[in-house]
């Protein structure tokens, strides 16, 4: 799908897979692979048929934040544009359900595009880093928006004030992960979960997505509100409605 340089977006049913492609540089960022990230997420976010986006990296690396020595030299291939830093957004509030398939070095800008999923599994050899202080950045991609409502305030500020690279076993232990599987195995695991997701009755799913990003801003009054609205729709569509006559006749 697309013809893009530095990612690649492929798409088999209701699942998309996302992967940042730069290997020979771990997938470091360039102002390109922001155009294009950019490009794809707006371009799915309209598709009424996705249900589920794996984020993930080709070669060794998930997505390590810029590639450092590529806007050192000067070599930025191309201008770049303010709505570019609109990708977390996308990213995050997409109608399908995101899961990072985090498969290598996940740092910086990664690392917050990691924590704008919505569901994150690692390979166990993974290796995180808020990393932006450590290069005299004070941060982007809203990571200190995202990695509070996930790991607690005091362990984001500690994460980012004090840059070091953490472990799965740490992630996982702080709740920023959910698994961590042998490196061979993470794609399998992420995509059996991504098909029983988009197996789902998609007016169901999709709802329980847009109720989670709903609550992230609304009063509690008016969440139940929006959340009763929702609920009565997907409950009348047909497939909802399969959905629970199945349930039923499997529990009797």
């Known amino acids: ?36 990230l950019h490009h794809a997420l707006r371009t799915l976010d309209g ?14 690396g998930f997505c390590p934040g810029a590639d450092v020595t ?37 740092a910086g800008a990664g690392l917050g595009w990691a924590a704008a999923c919505d569901l994150r599994y690692a390979a166990e050899t993974a290796k995180f880093n808020s990393a932006f202080l450590g290069v005299g950045i004070s941060g982007d991609m809203a990571l200190p928006w995202l990695l509070p409502r996930i790991v607690g305030a005091t362990r984001a500020r500690e994460l980012c004030f004090f840059p070091r690279k953490f472990t799965t076993v740490e992630a996982l232990d702080w709740g920023f992960l959910l698994g961590a599987y042998p490196a061979e195995n993470l794609m399998r695991e992420v995509e059996a979960r991504a098909a029983t997701l988009a197996a789902m009755a998609a007016p169901a799913l ?12 609304m009063s509690l009054k008016d969440y139940i509100a929006i959340e009763t609205a929702r609920h009565s729709a997907s409950g009348a569509s047909p497939e909802s409605r399969a959905a629970f006559k199945a349930f039923g006749k499997a529990a009797s």
């Open 206 to 217: 999709m709802g329980m997505k847009q109720n989670f990003i709903s609550g992230e801003t």
């Open 1 to 36: 799908m697309g013809a893009y340089r530095t990612i690649e977006l492929e798409r088999r049913g209701g699942i998309a897979t996302l992967a940042f492609n730069r290997p020979d540089r771990l997938n470091g960022i360039t102002n390109a692979m922001m155009r294009e």
């Open 70 to 106: 590529h806007y050192a030299d000067g070599g930025a291939d191309e201008a770049l544009r303010s709505e570019y830093f609109d990708i977390t957004r996308l990213l995050h509030e997409i109608s399908a359900v995101t899961i990072a398939a985090i498969n290598g070095a996940c």
């Open 47 to 60: 598709d009424p048929d996705l249900r589920v986006l794996i984020l993930t990296g080709r070669g060794k």
